[in-house]
């Protein structure tokens, strides 16, 4: 316990747990550069508690009928709505996110998560396949055990929800580590846990960093199944050590997302768009559209319409429900942005606004900010246009082609999301198939239905969550074959054959 600072600790089967070692990690306030908590860094003994206590639960919870479970993730779901304010509050002080941002966006869909995923599993069905006179066979779902949950700071109990809700809803038991960036909103949602009367155990918040905790967790051979969303090069080695194990494994990783328009959209619709596929969450969204590619004729137009527009948004303290645009995460991560900034600046890139950090007095003048940043004028090749920057960075570069777009849009290393923007609706077909892109939105951005397949291709990631796949993807599929009377009479015909 820390005198003075705010302290957030795990909590494992229930029970709020100081970290084994005593070691505590500093949470800053991003708007303002100022530490204020402290949360646990739990290590390898913790998270073995937390499994062994999420072990114990399984039985029941995995007993009780989808209708019961569903109800018990409705009840979190109310509590969060209960204490909505303070959610979207923590969420915002701890990110840095703008609190109308935290209220639109963040806190809203975390109880959708939960409510979504209650109904879903209520409305999923297995499949029966008929051998006719032979036999009959019918595929069970059954939960895989303990699901290990490991989420990052960008969208911090929006992104955990969204793993942990359909894995408990399925009937595993989950040990979730949040980002130690953002734990704040996770460790208020054990507290919902606890006061939704949901069982100890069935969901344990183990805070710590990744190397540690998050690694404890992928590792530990009680952890039947990992679902993880970061970076690609954590991916890589969290998929390499599932792979070891045999474990299954889902991975939602970076994103270097194209944003298409081609001269025929609607322009104004596309800038706005654009605007706001660059610059939400200060860039901070593993969807953002980070590449705009403009067909030549409508170039100039859409960079001075975007250009406009970023210069608009108003930055600034994250608290005052007037700000657009609020503080990078840390101070590391400026850092990181302003790096490529300014290697654009130095292989000769017109940075048509922005690139500084704005100077903001009062009690942010210390925070991580960085202005919506336009720039044109760089080769495709360059690490700018062929790294994840995640932040509030767009680079814009014509074509002349449908495609000439299709290429550039095509290579990077990752293949998460595209937009494209047209008229014409055999090219919206064409262009949409032709894109290495687990989505792809026309005329939109992050217009999102939780029932749709959701994941990247290449560098992006393994797997798809969302709807039926994430439902898939925390359970085991078993086959039942049933032989019928007589069956044994149809052997001779080759009914086994039919394999
Ligand atoms: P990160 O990979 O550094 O960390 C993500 C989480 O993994 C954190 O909880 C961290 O503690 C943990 N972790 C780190 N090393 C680990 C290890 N060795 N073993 C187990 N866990 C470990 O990512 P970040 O910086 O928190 O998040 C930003 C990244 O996340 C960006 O690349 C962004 O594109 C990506 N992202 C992807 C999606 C998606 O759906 N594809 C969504 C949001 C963010």
Redesign the pocket.
Known sequence: MILGLKHIPSVIDGTETDPAVGDWIDVYEPATGQVYAKVASSNRGDVDRAVEAAQRAFPDWAGMSADDRGKVLERVADRIEARFDEFVKAESKDSGKPVSVARQVDIPRAMANLRFFAGAVRHWHSDAHDMGASALNYTLKRPRGVAGC??????PLY?LTWKIAPALATGNTVVA?????TPMTASLLAEAWREADAPRGVLSIVH????T???A??QHPGVSAVS????????E??GAECGRALKPVSL????KNPFIVFADADIDSAIDTAERAAFSNQG????CGSRLLVERSAFETVVEGLVERARNRVIGDPMDPDTQHGAQVSAD?LAKIAGYVNMARDLGANIRCGGNSPAISGRCAGGYFYEPTVITGLENDCAVIQE?I?GPVVTVQPFDSESEAVELANSTPYG?AASVFTSNLGRAHRVSAALESGIVWVNCWMLRDLRTP???MKQ??VGR?GGAEALRFFTETKNVCIATEGAEGQRGKGAEGKA
Do not use: D, M, R, Y
């Open positions: 490991i989420s990052p700071w960008n969208l992104l580590k949040p980002s130690e960036v710590g960093e990744g190397k905790a998050g690694a967790i992928v993880f969303t970061g970076s690609t090069g954590v991916g080695w969290i939602e990783l970076g994103g901070q969204i593993c969807l991560h994840e995640f998460l959701f994941g990247g992006s990631g969550e």
